[in-house]
């Protein structure tokens, strides 16, 4: 079975520009999560979606959004870029069972966004 | 609230000898725990999971817990140390209410031959 993709991998951009990352789920894995990790803060979570609803939100600014589509898989946006958004952005995903929350939750690679 | 901390941003241990990482946590409702591994460049893999059944908990690549409800804790070991060991280690807790995962801020195990 195949893993966790996230796209891009690497992403430079500059302050004012937007960026959208793209996370596709382990197959059958109808949740995914998106969390921030930087070397001030360390892992945080963003957000996350089930069956196309965001079902949680971090505390981030309303700059950071996302989405999920009919088949899992996820998009994060960021608009108007700041220097201090630079980071690795993690999408985890699983399958989540009623009354349960203990199932795992599986990491993709990240995407390595450079604000510049 | 929940949370967890990590003693010790870095440790080293000689090839072969124990790994010893620490992780406490705090939460007023029995927490579920979980340790992570992270290497250079990648994401993260799930070391192991406690979820109320064993206190003591087996993973992947020799690794294993114990929750100790009287200390608040599940530190991680080991032991004897391989140079593949060497990455940075995270435990967190998940949110009953929100089901997303509560880090601590790490520990970087070094490796030395």
């Given at each position: 079975k195949a893993g966790v993709t996230q796209t891009p991998r690497y992403l430079i951009k500059t302050r004012g520009?937007?960026?959208?990352?793209?996370?596709?789920?382990?197959?059958?894995?109808?949740?995914?999560?998106?969390?921030?990790?930087?070397?001030?803060?360390?892992?945080?979570?963003?957000?996350?979606?089930?069956?196309?609803?965001?079902?949680?939100?971090?505390?981030?600014p309303g700059r950071f959004s996302g989405r999920q589509f009919s088949n899992s898989r996820s998009e994060m946006n960021v608009s108007t870029?700041?220097?201090?958004?630079?980071?690795?952005?993690?999408?985890?995903?699983?399958?989540?069972?009623?009354?349960?929350?203990?199932?795992?939750?599986?990491?993709?690679?990240?995407?390595?966004?450079?604000?510049? | 609230a929940q949370s967890v901390t990590q003693l010790g941003s870095h440790v080293s241990v000689s090839e072969g000898a124990l790994v010893l990482l620490r992780c406490n946590y705090s939460s007023s409702v029995p927490p579920y725990l979980f340790w992570?591994?992270?290497?250079?460049?990648?994401?993260?893999?799930?070391?192991?999971?406690?979820?109320?059944a064993a206190t003591l908990v087996k993973g992947i690549n020799g690794f294993e817990a114990e929750f100790k409800k009287s200390e608040t804790s599940f530190h991680l070991t080991k032991p004897s140390a391989h140079m593949s060991d060497a990455a940075e280690y995270f435990c967190a807790v998940s949110d009953h209410n929100t089901d997303k995962l509560i880090f601590g801020t790490g520990t970087r195990l070094q490796v030395f031959p």
């Open positions: 520009q937007q960026v959208t990352l793209s996370c596709s789920p382990i197959s059958g894995h109808r949740s995914v999560s998106w969390y921030q990790q930087t070397p001030g803060q360390g892992l945080q979570f963003l957000f996350e979606y089930f069956s196309e609803t965001q079902r949680n939100k971090g505390n981030f870029l700041e220097l201090g958004d630079s980071a690795l952005y993690l999408c985890a995903t699983r399958n989540p069972v009623a009354g349960d929350i203990t199932d795992t939750q599986y990491f993709g690679p990240g995407t390595r966004l450079t604000v510049l | 992570y591994v992270q290497y250079p460049n990648q994401g993260l893999q799930l070391l192991l999971k406690y979820t109320s």
